[in-house]
């Protein structure tokens, strides 16, 4: 059982940062894919980026170059550091952590969620 709990967003003015943290239960944190998720105004939940457990990332093409994703495995915490913030990154933001199917059954673990608005 993994649970998440996330933290650090809040009003932001266009071009400017905010630091999501991701607090992770579970002794076997590093072994799970994490990634951080968002959920805008009337669409869908969409990845935002992803860190596998060797540390391979992926992220959205929108947000290529002002977000980035870290982990620390020692306190089972995952960030998302987000800069040069534009008014289309409004949204919902889910920590999300993966279960591979080489650990038992595959399977997704959600954050509550935590908003973030950035608006003059």
């Known amino acids: 059982q993994v649970q998440l709990v996330e933290s650090g967003g809040g009003l932001v003015q266009p071009g400017g940062s905010l630091r999501l943290s991701c607090a992770a239960s579970?002794?076997?944190?590093?072994?799970?894919?994490m990634g951080w998720y968002r959920q805008g105004p009337g669409k869908q939940r969409e990845l935002v980026a992803r860190?596998?457990?060797?540390?391979?990332?992926n992220y959205a093409d929108n947000v290529k170059g002002r977000f980035t994703i870290s982990r620390d495995n020692a306190k089972n915490m995952v960030y998302l550091q987000m800069n040069s913030l534009k008014p289309e990154d409004t949204a919902v933001y889910y920590c999300n952590a993966h279960r591979p199917s080489v650990l038992g059954p595959a399977y997704d673990y959600w954050g509550q969620g935590t908003q973030v608005t950035v608006s003059s």
């Open positions: 579970g002794n076997i944190f590093r072994l799970y894919v």
């Open positions: 860190l596998t457990s060797s540390d391979g990332t």
